[in-house]
C-alpha cells in the first residue's frame, strides 16, 4: 500500500525537474556498466553477478523468519558482532555457527521453534529453509538484515511518494540525487515523504506477522531498524563503491562497483509482495 496522499504541485520549476528526470532514464540504460561475473549466493544461476538476489518476497521485504536476538545468543555474539561480519558479504553465518559446534539444519530448527505447531508444515518447512539459506548465504544475510531500504516498495510508490515514475526515480538515484534532493525537485515536501515511506514501511511489515514469515518481535525490531536509518536513508545518495552493499564495498575494494538492479519486478507483487 503507498502511504499517505502527497499534495500535487501545478509549480512549472517542479514540471521541469520532472522533464530533466525523465531524461536522466534513457541516459543511465545507456551508461550502466556491466554486472560482474561470480555469485556468492549458490543457488544462484550461472553467470549471475557476485550481489545475485532471488526474487522472493521475504528476501526483498526483510522478513527475518527468526530473530535477530536468538540468533546472536546461538553464535555466542551481539548485533554488533552480526552486523560487523557481515559487513564483508564473502563472510557466511554459518562459519560461525560451526566455530560454536552447530550444524545448520539443528540450528535452523532451533531458531524457528517459535513457530511449531503454530504454522501448518509446509510453511513451516519453508521458515526453515528459508533461516539455513540466511545462514550458508553471505549476500542474501546482508541484505535481509541490514540493507533495510533496497526492496520494490519505494520505487512502486514512486508516484504517490515523489510525483514521478517508478524508472524515473530509479534512475534519478542511479544519477546521485538522494531522495530528499528527488522531492523538492519535484516539489514535493520532504517530510511528508518521510511519512509516507514510514507508512508504507509499517504496512511490510504488518504483512510479514500477518502471513507468519516473522514473528512480531522481529517486525518492531526491523522496523525500528528502518525508522532509525530513514534520516539518513533520505538525505544520502547510493554508494559509489557497491550499491548493492549497505556498507559501501566488499572491505572498502574500489574494484568491485557493478551495476545495481534496484527492487527488481517480483513476480505476482507489484510492490506489495507477500508469500
Known amino acids: 500500500m503507498p502511504g499517505p496522499p502527497l499534495p ?4 512549472s520549476r517542479a514540471q521541469a525537474w520532472r522533464s530533466a528526470l525523465c531524461l536522466i532514464v534513457a541516459v543511465a540504460a545507456l551508461t550502466a556498466p556491466a554486472p560482474p561475473a561470480g555469485a556468492a549466493d549458490s543457488l544462484a544461476p550461472r553467470g549471475a553477478p557476485h550481489n545475485w538476489l532471488p526474487k522472493e518476497g521475504w528476501v526483498w521485504m526483510h522478513w527475518l523468519p527468526f530473530e535477530e536476538r536468538e540468533l546472536a545468543a546461538a553464535l555466542g555474539t551481539d548485533a554488533a558482532g552480526i552486523r560487523a561480519y557481515l559487513t564483508d558479504d564473502t563472510h557466511r553465518l554459518a562459519t560461525l555457527a560451526r566455530r560454536r559446534g552447530w550444524q545448520i539444519k539443528p540450528l535452523a530448527r532451533h531458531l524457528t521453534r517459535r513457530f511449531d505447531g503454530r504454522v501448518a508444515r509446509k510453511r513451516l518447512a ?10 550458508t548465504q553471505g549476500h542474501l544475510a546482508q541484505h535481509v538484515l541490514y540493507h533495510v531500504f533496497h526492496g520494490p516498495g519505494v520505487p512502486a ?4 511518494l515523489f510525483g514521478v515514475t517508478r524508472d524515473v526515480f530509479l534512475a534519478a538515484r542511479q544519477a546521485g540525487l538522494s531522495p530528499e534532493e528527488l522531492a523538492r525537485r519535484a516539489g514535493r515536501d520532504p517530510a511528508a515523504v518521510r511519512a509516507g515511506v514510514l507508512t508504507l514501511l509499517a504496512d511490510e511489515a504488518a504483512r510479514g506477522v500477518k502471513t507468519r514469515s516473522q514473528s512480531p518481535a522481529q517486525a518492531r525490531r ?5 525508522h532509525n536509518a530513514l534520516g539518513c536513508w533520505m538525505s544520502s545518495s547510493l554508494p559509489k563503491l557497491d550499491p548493492d552493499n549497505p556498507f559501501g564495498g566488499r572491505n572498502g575494494d574500489p574494484g568491485r562497483a557493478p551495476a545495481h538492479a534496484h ?13
Open 8 to 11: 500535487r504541485t501545478s509549480s
Open 157 to 160: 510508490n514512486a508516484p504517490q
Open 126 to 135: 519453508a521458515l526453515r529453509w528459508r533461516t539455513e539459506r540466511m545462514l
Open 263 to 275: 527492487a527488481p519486478a517480483i513476480p505476482g507483487c507489484g510492490g506489495c509482495c507477500s508469500d
Open 222 to 226: 526491523m522496523l525500528a531498524r528502518q
